[in-house]
């Protein structure tokens, strides 16, 4: 009997999704990411497996690959003590730091983002560093694939004509269904000089900063450091950039010298470290708190064990503060975040809803001695595929300083204590489900 169309369909489907169940079974997952992925895939195989093939698995090992390991698992940046630190809690701060410093530059700019906006602050910043190109300092933009995609590639060549040269990590269309869209280069960093640095969770566009405030920006932090922390940061865009654009960045490692006396230690994360830094951090810092963690993040989707951490710190008494918009700019994540932030509340951590719009800012204060801030949200994506990079603070100064920025924001939140009806719980195990896929 002649086998029909469809029939050669349904098998070829049933033995793809038998080969690529057994995959994920193969890799070292989250439980929940597991879960997630096999319901998918059984029940849905139409959906699941175009998703897996554009999504492909967590490190991607081939494309990772390609990209040279920027340290080894027996070596790790060291905390380096000669540093200054300075908050720039606001969009207008941040933008007016972040020109200072490009007009500032004397021999090189280094500048990363995940998006460059299509607005006035994008082409001030363009603007700018076409400047500083036309007058000899080494200019170097690096775009994410798909934060940046919009942005007209005319525009980015207005730079190479004035003597600079720019990236793209990883074009999204150049290589479809290959796994490589969930490679996303999160880490924005603006090097100057290899003497002073911008960093936090601020894109270049007019929804994070601007000249002057506006009702429709976010909030979000970014901060400025300068000193022995820098050599690390620089390593870091130069293996971003070699990868990128296949062109080593061969100009000689500029003298640093201590700038302050601020302990600050640079930690990278995603494919191209050991292991997951971040994520292991947090984990560790959790565990060790005694008196309080404040966490403030857009997107808050931990997997089982990082919530069960917190709401063990809750039950040991210490003082647990979840920060998240109101409403977030993707409904989906909070729809996922609802069953984590109704076992923080069970366990009696707070739950501080932003109140006055958007909230981007990615910071966590855990006692007196600890802070860490940077581009990485508190969830799985973040924390276990993309490229991110962060700053540990442990002096009380500085980590004072990130505190008085949750006092102000605690101002414009509402506590609340999430709905416990019928169908509150059903959408929180639909979210359980389905958010490590996010």
Not at 17 to 45: C, D, F, N, Q, Y
Not at 253 to 259: D, E, K, R
Not at 339 to 361: N, V
Request: with cysteine; glycine share 8%.
């Amino acid at each position: 009997m002649t086998l029909t169309f469809h029939h050669l369909m349904s098998m070829a489907t049933f033995i793809f999704t038998v080969v690529l169940i057994s995959k994920v079974l193969s890799e070292r997952r989250a439980p929940g990411s597991t879960m997630a992925w096999l319901l998918i895939m059984g029940l849905v195989p139409y959906v699941g497996i175009p998703l897996y093939l554009f999504i492909g698995d967590r490190k991607i090992r081939r494309l990772a690959g390609q990209k040279a390991v920027l340290y080894s698992k027996l070596q790790s940046p060291k905390t380096t003590s000669g540093n200054d630190f300075r908050p720039l809690a606001s969009g207008e701060a941040a933008y007016e730091a972040i020109l200072l410093a490009i007009h500032a530059a004397k021999s090189r700019i280094h500048f990363a983002t995940f998006i460059l906006g299509k607005d006035a602050v994008g082409q001030a910043i363009l603007d700018a560093l076409c400047e500083k190109a036309r007058q000899g300092v080494q200019v170097r933009l690096l775009l994410d694939g798909v934060g940046s995609l919009w942005f007209p590639r005319s525009r980015l060549r207005e730079l190479k004509k004035a003597g600079g040269d720019f990236a793209i990590f990883m074009p999204l269309l150049r290589m479809p269904f290959s796994g490589h869209s969930n490679l996303r280069n999160h880490r924005k960093m603006v090097l100057i000089d290899g003497q002073r640095a911008i960093l936090g969770g601020m894109n270049a566009t007019d929804e994070y900063m601007g000249p002057t405030p506006s009702p429709k920006r976010w909030t979000d932090f970014s901060f400025e450091v300068s000193g022995e922390a820098l050599p690390e940061l620089e390593n870091i865009f130069n293996s971003d950039w070699l990868f990128a654009s296949g062109k080593p960045i061969e100009a000689s490692p500029l003298p640093v010298t201590a700038t302050g006396q601020v302990p600050v230690k640079v930690i990278a994360s995603g494919p191209d470290v050991p292991g997951d830094t971040l994520y292991e951090l947090l984990l560790t810092q959790i565990f060790a708190a005694r008196t309080r963690i404040w966490i403030a993040t857009p997107y808050f989707i931990p997997d089982e064990t990082l919530a069960r951490a917190l709401e063990l710190a809750c039950r040991r008494g210490v003082d647990v503060r979840i920060v998240v918009p109101a409403h977030s700019n993707h409904p989906l994540a909070d729809l996922c975040r609802g069953s984590y932030l109704k076992q923080i509340d069970h366990a009696g951590g707070q739950l501080c809803l932003f109140m006055a719009g958007m909230m981007h800012a990615k910071m966590t204060v855990m006692d007196d001695t600890f802070a860490l801030i940077g581009s990485a949200n508190l969830d799985m994506r973040s924390l276990l595929y993309n490229y991110e990079v962060g700053v540990r603070l442990t002096s009380k100064d500085s980590v004072e300083a990130v505190a008085a920025w949750f006092t102000g924001i605690f101002t414009k939140t509402r506590k609340t204590h999430p709905a416990n009806h019928w169908a509150s719980s059903y959408l929180d195990g639909i979210g359980r489900i389905f958010g490590p896929l996010l």
